[in-house]
């Protein structure tokens, strides 16, 4: 009995480490295979281990086996230096075969160059640190080593392309295919130590092409023609010198593995060779001509009729290019035909309309394109040439729209001088000043007389120009020149971009008082406006189509404008209106300003104090030059109402105080500023400031007196007691009645532990609201008002934080007898009081001391029943019956 006692016991065990074992199943896996590898490239099989017991750092051992039942061959251990074969010890030992290790349960074999007796079955095994076995020790992948047929066999290229044609790349890529892999071929280009891939495609058979040639693959610029026997080919369309490099073909055999990952298996580069790109402008050409006369010679021609020039471009890829075409007439485009075929006509270019005669744009052959000017007059003289500018297209034209272009070169003809035979008008302009302002902000008239007029044509008109040019030191751009605007010979007024504003607001005016006589008039002059000042008077006529084109143009001598500019000034004095002799009174003062140079002004008042002369400046009130008022930041929000701030007269304003208390004592005074406006619109410009004398609140007034006392019945306690202080103020003098009597009560505390900080914890205002702010310690705060002049602060759940020096700050108010205005009386600081919290040893270590008593006797306990139970289960002796003493009875038993 007592037998089968122990194995029911020795069972129970061995179930138990059955199930602990049972939850972890070591695992040993390693690159899933089969695994194709070419022979000379290098090769890498991981393996790891999971779910194990032991040590955290796991070793591994590599074996081999030609053939899945052959004789395994040790090949490298990560724990024992003598583990290799003597076949495989001399790789080892070079470094050929290694074994690397990348985590605490993972590993990595390495082999580098793999030879084709490597090929076989390869085991990685992991001896046993687990407490129960359980699991797989070890995991087989298949290693098939094949010979390096990989071929890459480009043909070179052309070393010399014509800018805009096309560049084929062919590439020949082949292998033997005795095991189930695939090819990739990469075109590259290679600029200096830089190479860029173009193309890569494979081995999927999908293609991918280089970051900076996605685009241009995407516009068909790049196009990939497989061809057979391995033979592909990549096309580039319209190369330019940006296409310039020496270009590589790469072959690349892979092959993939169950996992779903593609390994590269080995690969080959080629160098194709070097291409360079001939620049389009090396042969591009151009040539202006006329039909009437030579190059060299000038083209007389007479108003009304009609100019015609051809322009001739040759190139040696001419085909390839897409030309703008553009003329130009002294230096300026006057008509374009766009890559498109688009005319896009700039005769207009200056902002006159009918400046020129009307030319037109025609490609009449390849290369060759005619202008035609009819109608010209004096202003289609000139210098002309034209101007080709070749573009070629980047890649080919997707189905979605067009290519994009890039300009290949710019070339313009040797000029042709045109000249137009025709009697210009003449006539004599007097600029002189109508009205001259002796200081800034009074008018200014300026007129420009036309006499002396001969060979106007019929129908003609006159238009005139205004320009202004500063005195030195005058403005931030000195001695500049500035248009002021024109009158063309529609009567259009032309606004130049400084005085724009101005003409439209009717500050400046421009105007023909006279078919002769023109006039510019500044409503308000300011200093800026001081400087010269010319009149350009311009001839319009008629021509054939019956436009305005400008026939002659003639400048007036310079007029000045100038007078000798005086500062500013400004004086503010204030006085008093009425004073306030005792508190509750009204007090009001006027504050008066005097000008000189300054013409109309608005005013800003800012009414400022202090309460001595060395005390910081306070801002009451400010009126804005618009009228605005607003309130300082010194003001008190309840009191508003009691301040006011007016203008009183063109140049006086008024400010008064009602019921004054002892807290307005002080100086006050006036902060005037004097502003202007340039023009009617504008924002106001400061010109100067000043202050007045300053004026004082001096009254007196017999208050009561007060004072402050603070007192704790115990300054220490235990932590979680109530700690009570009272602050207690008392009145002397002529002490008002309670109900006309109040206090603001702050509680702050200073904490002496880690340097002295001092933080309010409470506070009471004078109308009985308690405000608490936020602490550092778990104990509540509660103040409460036992009479009139007593407030105690609570403390309860006292901690250690809470130890430290308390003190009360308070501020009475009271009902002034005299004025009936609630004062405020100076604040009172009472003494400190220091509060100890102290340590209770015996509450601290109580509780522990009981657990740490009932854990022991309860484990005792057990330890006792435990005993027992393993008594009676395994240690007690089996009874039996003892023989009988009588001899013969037991021999006759036996």
């Given at each position: ?562 007078w000798v500019t005086k500062r500013p000034s400004l004086n503010v004095v204030a006085k008093h209106i009425r004073e306030a002799s005792v508190g509750g009174a009204t007090f009001e003062m006027s504050c008066t300003v005097a000008t000189e140079n300054l013409g109309e002004v608005g005013y800003s008042v800012l009414i400022q104090s202090q309460d001595s002369l060395e005390s910081s400046v306070r801002t009451i009130m400010t009126l804005s030059p618009d009228n605005v008022l607003q309130h300082g930041g010194a003001t008190d929000p309840n009191r508003r109402d009691s301040l006011v701030l007016t203008k009183s007269g063109p140049t006086e304003f008024r400010f008064r105080l009602a019921g004054v208390q002892l807290s307005d004592r002080g100086y006050y005074w006036c902060d005037i500023t004097a502003w202007t406006k340039q023009q009617p619109g ?213």
């Amino acid at each position: 009995m007592r037998g089968t006692k122990m194995e029911n016991c020795l069972f129970t065990v061995a179930f138990g480490l059955l199930m602990l074992g049972g939850c972890l199943a070591r695992v040993v896996t390693v690159s899933p295979g089969p695994l194709i590898r070419v022979e000379g490239q290098p090769v890498s099989i991981r393996c790891d281990v999971n779910d194990y017991g032991g040590p955290r750092e796991q070793d591994f051992e590599w074996m081999m086996s030609r053939d899945t039942n052959g004789q395994r061959i040790k090949i490298i251990s990560t724990f024992d230096a003598s583990y290799s074969h003597p076949s495989l010890s001399k790789r080892v030992a070079s470094g050929d075969i290694s074994v690397v290790r990348l985590l605490d349960n993972e590993v990595e074999l390495k082999i580098a160059e793999v030879k084709a007796l490597d090929a076989g079955f390869y085991w990685c095994q992991t001896p046993s640190t687990d407490s129960v076995i359980s699991g797989n020790y070890e995991a087989q992948v298949q290693l098939t080593v094949i010979p390096n047929t990989l071929k890459v066999s480009p043909q070179t290229p052309p070393s010399v392309v014509p800018e805009g044609s096309d560049l084929t790349l062919s590439c020949n890529v082949t292998r033997e295919l005795t095991h189930p892999t695939y090819l990739s071929v990469t075109w590259s280009v290679k600029r200096g130590a830089t190479s860029e891939d173009i193309l890569i495609f494979g081995p999927q058979g999908d293609v991918v092409a280089g970051p900076k040639f996605a685009r241009r693959y995407a516009d068909g610029g790049i196009r990939l023609v497989p061809g057979k026997n391995g033979l592909f080919e990549l096309v580039i369309s319209r190369v330019t010198s940006s296409d310039e490099g020496i270009y590589e073909c790469n072959g690349t055999e892979w092959t993939h593995e169950k996992a779903g990952k593609w390994i590269k298996i080995v690969e080959s580069t080629r160098e194709m060779g070097t291409v360079s790109v001939t620049p389009t402008g090396q042969s591009l050409s151009v040539k202006a001509s006329s039909s009437s006369s030579p190059s060299s010679a000038a083209l007389l021609l007479s108003p009304g009729n009609t100019l015609t020039l051809l322009c001739s471009v040759a190139a040696d890829n001419l085909p390839a290019l897409a030309l703008e075409v553009t003329w130009l007439a002294d230096g300026r485009d006057i008509i374009t035909m766009e890559r498109s075929g688009v005319v896009v006509s700039n005769a207009s270019s200056s902002g006159v309309q009918g400046k020129r005669g009307q030319a037109s744009l025609e490609r009449t052959g390849a290369g060759e394109y005619r202008l035609a000017v009819r109608g010209v007059s004096g202003e289609d003289a000139g210098v002309y040439a034209c101007r080709i500018r070749a573009f070629i297209e980047k890649g080919g034209r997707s189905a979605g729209g067009g290519g994009r272009w890039h300009m290949a070169a710019e070339k313009t003809s040797s000029p042709l001088t045109v000249k137009v035979s025709q009697i210009k008008p003449s006539f004599t302009l007097t600029l002189e000043p109508i009205l001259n302002a002796q200081m800034t902000a009074e008018p200014t008239e300026l007129a420009c007389h036309v006499t002396n007029i001969t060979h106007l044509p019929l129908g003609g008109r006159l238009g005139v120009s205004w320009e202004h040019t500063t005195l030195p030191g005058i403005g931030d751009d000195p001695q500049a020149s500035h248009h002021i605007g024109s009158l063309d010979g529609h009567g259009n007024l032309l606004p130049g971009a400084m005085y724009s504003d101005r003409l439209k607001s009717g500050a400046l005016s421009l105007t023909r008082v006279q078919p002769n006589t023109f006039k510019l008039r500044f409503l308000r002059t300011q200093e800026i406006d001081m400087g010269q000042y010319v009149c350009t008077v311009s001839a319009w006529s008629v021509n054939s189509q019956g436009d305005l084109v400008k026939a002659a143009e003639h400048q007036s001598s310079p007029q000045t404008v100038q007078w000798v500019t005086k500062r500013p000034s400004l004086n503010v004095v204030a006085k008093h209106i009425r004073e306030a002799s005792v508190g509750g009174a009204t007090f009001e003062m006027s504050c008066t300003v005097a000008t000189e140079n300054l013409g109309e002004v608005g005013y800003s008042v800012l009414i400022q104090s202090q309460d001595s002369l060395e005390s910081s400046v306070r801002t009451i009130m400010t009126l804005s030059p618009d009228n605005v008022l607003q309130h300082g930041g010194a003001t008190d929000p309840n009191r508003r109402d009691s301040l006011v701030l007016t203008k009183s007269g063109p140049t006086e304003f008024r400010f008064r105080l009602a019921g004054v208390q002892l807290s307005d004592r002080g100086y006050y005074w006036c902060d005037i500023t004097a502003w202007t406006k340039q023009q009617p619109g504008q924002a106001w410009t400061r010109s100067t400031s000043a202050e007045s004398n300053k004026i004082k609140i001096d009254f007196q007034e017999n208050g009561p007196s007060f004072s402050i006392a603070i007192q704790s019945d115990v300054s220490s306690v235990y932590p979680w007691e109530t700690a009570k202080m009272e602050c207690s103020l008392s009145v002397s003098g002529s002490s008002p009645k309670t109900d006309d009597l109040a206090y603001e009560v702050r509680w702050l505390f200073t904490r002496l532990r880690g340097g002295e900080t001092t933080i309010q914890v409470a506070s009471v205002d004078r109308f009985g609201v308690l405000r608490r702010e936020a602490r550092n310690s778990s104990s509540d705060i509660s103040i409460e008002r036992k009479d009139t002049h007593t407030y105690m602060l609570n403390i309860h759940g006292t901690q250690d934080s809470d130890s430290g020096e308390y003190h009360c700050i308070a501020t009475p108010w009271y009902l002034s007898a005299s004025t009936g205005a609630w004062t405020q009386a100076g604040e009172l600081t009472s003494p400190r009081i220091f509060l100890t919290v102290r340590f209770a040893v015996w509450e601290s270590l109580k509780l522990p001391l009981l657990y740490g008593v009932s854990a022991s006797i309860g484990v005792g306990l057990f330890s006792l029943v435990l005993g027992l139970v393993c008594a009676q289960c395994c240690c007690r002796n089996t009874t039996h019956t003892p023989r009988s003493r009588n001899k013969l009875m037991d021999l006759e038993m036996d």
